[in-house]
């Protein structure tokens, strides 16, 4: 059964569940050096080792691609271009602008957006297989116009590669693991070297991230996924129901309710244990909930919003559009009775790619905006620069830079 706490129960959950990357890191240290220093070579061997990989290479045909695209269901296409519309149309909203504009007489300011060279993707295929993360992570590269885009993935399932087909992907790799990010981090022979490596995976995909973080650029650290949930009168199955969507993902998942009322606590208690009985992820779920969830009740919703401001939440589940205004912290935020966070993982547009363990309190999740760089550009006529003279010498001067103050007396003292 879920825990019912009160609000001082909080506390223990607000000190995080914090995975044990320490441990992680010391067990990737080694497969990382071995993949930058004998390449393909370590790479192969770790994909035998630890995935069960029989190929000579990791690089995955573009006939077992094709092989996998048509024997897709008609149902599950349609299904992968509903989802593919809204992702790509929400992706092209978030795209960062180019301007320039004349923000004083002689001075033009502005950017321009140009795409990273190549991104990889790695998609996890643990417990659960996720094509709808190839969506995710793929087509906002597309929007931004990355040029060489890649995937990895350990044990890809037919339809992790039809959706790789049916998206336009050729470079898909059979491999996972730290030894995947080692690869696109350093490059090998067969794997090219990467700009930035987005997408989930398991601790040791996390830790591989974090050691090579400056090396390469990558979206965030991932840990155990999460759900906060903030309702005073809402229908005790759907909250349930939504809890249970977050607690089937892994052990080490976390749903929690924040309300006001002890009778919706109880009954949303009773509503998980109903749902359990016929749920076919319950030996996961049951875990999650008993080890990591908990309801807690609290004076107001406003101090419910505090808490989860506080908790930096993966995912956000708030009743209506009045609370969003204190809103601080949150990976993604769903609003209303059927927002559940189910329709954002799979269609409804915005990136499952999110953070967590209050990484949220930093930013938001994976977006288009991840696969470009934003540029600034200036333009300055001589009468511009003549007006920003005196403030520019004098500045400049202050910290003892006398090249930077004669760069510009030179032209505007001729």
């Known amino acids: 059964m879920i825990r019912i706490l009160p609000k001082a129960g909080m506390a223990r959950l607000l000190g995080r569940r914090k995975a044990r990357l320490a441990e992680a ?25 630890l995935d069960g990989f029989d ?68 998609i996890p295929a ?44 050729r470079n898909v790799f059979q491999m996972g693991g730290a030894q995947a990010i080692a690869a696109f981090a350093y490059g090998t022979r067969t794997v090219p070297r990467a700009d930035r490596i987005v997408g989930p995976g398991n601790i040791y995909v996390a830790a591989a991230k974090k050691l090579l973080a400056g090396h390469v650029g990558i979206d ?65 779920a049951r875990q999650s909930i008993q080890r990591n969830s908990a309801i807690i009740v609290v004076g107001s919703l406003e101090e419910a919003v505090d808490l989860s401001n506080r908790f930096a939440p993966e995912h956000l589940s708030i009743p209506d559009d009045r609370l969003l205004a204190r809103v601080q912290h949150a990976g993604s935020v769903f609003i209303g009775p059927f927002s559940t966070e189910a329709a954002g993982d799979y269609a409804s547009g915005p990136n499952h790619v999110l953070p967590t363990g209050g990484v949220a309190r930093l930013r938001g999740g994976l977006s288009v905006a991840d696969y470009v760089k934003v540029i600034s550009v200036q333009r300055l006529s001589r009468e511009a620069l003549t007006t920003l003279a005196p403030a520019v010498t004098t500045l400049a001067r202050a910290e003892g830079l006398e090249g930077h103050a004669r760069s510009v007396e030179v032209r505007t003292n001729a």
Request: with cysteine.
């Open 220 to 284: 965030f650290v991932a840990g155990p996924t999460e759900i906060l949930i903030i309702s005073a009168d809402g229908e005790p199955r759907h909250l349930a129901a939504d809890m249970l969507a977050q607690a089937e993902h892994d052990v080490d998942a976390a749903a929690i309710l924040l309300t006001t009322s002890k009778r919706l606590a109880n009954s949303v208690a009773k509503e998980i244990e109903r749902q359990l009985a016929d749920l076919p992820t319950a030996s996961v």
């Open 55 to 122: 190929r000579n290479k990791v690089a995955v045909p573009e006939a077992d691609l094709e092989r996998a695209c048509l024997s897709l269901a008609p149902a599950f296409r349609d299904a992968v271009s509903t989802a593919a519309a809204n992702i790509r149309a929400f992706a092209k909203m978030q795209l960062p602008e180019e301007w320039v504009r004349e923000v004083s007489p002689g001075l033009h300011l502005g950017q321009v957006v140009r795409p990273l060279d190549t991104v990889a993707a790695y």
């Open 25 to 49: 890191e010391a067990v990737v240290r080694p497969i990382l050096e071995a993949v930058r220093t004998r390449g393909d070579k370590a790479l192969i061997e770790y994909a035998r080792r």
């Open 126 to 169: 643990g417990r659960y297989p996720l094509p709808s993360t190839m969506m995710m992570t793929v087509i906002p590269a597309q929007v931004a116009g990355v040029p060489n885009i890649c995937v990895a993935c350990p044990r890809p399932v037919p339809e992790i590669l039809g959706v790789a087909r049916l998206l336009g992907v």
